[in-house]
């Protein structure tokens, strides 16, 4: 259940990558790279899983000052929702 808590700060990483700024890097982190992909297994996870692309734009919006809560989610969040139903 800790496990539940903790994952979507983990999801958030990739998006930071695609502003530059790389905090969490599989190859340092091998053993924290593949707990990240066992959660993205979980069915639970896996409903409500958004892409670092979708990420990536709340980011953007929030250092904006433009923060867009509705945004539409691009085809890799939907494919991944769609999994499970």
């Known amino acids: 259940m800790c496990d539940l808590h903790v994952y979507p700060m983990f999801e958030r990483f990739p998006a930071l990558q695609l502003l530059g700024i790389d905090i969490f890097a599989a190859e ?3 053993r924290l790279a593949a707990w990240v992909t066992a959660m993205q297994c979980q069915e639970c996870v896996r409903k409500v899983w958004m892409s670092p692309k979708t990420h990536c734009q ?3 919006g929030y250092f904006t000052g433009i923060k867009n809560y509705d945004a539409p989610m691009d085809d890799e969040t939907l494919a991944m929702q769609k999994s499970v139903a």
Do not use: A, G, V
């Open 58 to 60: 709340y980011l953007e």
């Open 28 to 30: 340092k982190f091998p």
